[in-house]
């Protein structure tokens, strides 16, 4: 089992920053990815970042250039760093870890952004 937590959501304006972390409740060496999915109401859940264990990373089209995930394994935690900020962004984040043919899920942050 792998309890993941979210913190770091909030309200910021348009063209504002965030910093999202994902804390799990063991080393993440033996998690093959991680990554922040976002759902904003009555949309689907689509994946928005992604970071391998070797630290390949992926973005959805709609944040390259604006956020950057990263990971720190000393500490069990991945970042997702938004910048550029913009209203569509306004979802809840979910902090997600696979590992083999587990996945796991964090109880999600709200992001919000005014414009």
């Known amino acids: 089992q792998v309890q993941l937590v979210e913190s770091g959501g909030g309200l910021v304006q348009a063209g504002g920053s965030l910093r999202l972390s994902c804390a799990a409740s063991r080393s993440i060496f033996g998690i093959n990815i991680m990554g922040w999915y976002r759902q904003a109401p009555g949309n689907q859940r689509e994946l928005v970042a992604s970071i391998t264990s070797g630290g390949r990373t992926y973005y959805a089209d709609s944040v390259k250039g604006r956020f950057t995930i990263s990971r720190d394994n000393a500490k069990n935690t991945i970042y997702l760093q938004m910048n550029s900020l913009k209203p569509e962004d306004t979802a809840v984040y979910y902090c997600?870890?696979?590992?083999?043919?587990?996945?796991?899920w964090g109880q999600g942050t709200q992001v919000t952004v005014s414009s």
């Open positions: 997600n870890a696979v590992r083999g043919i587990e996945m796991y």
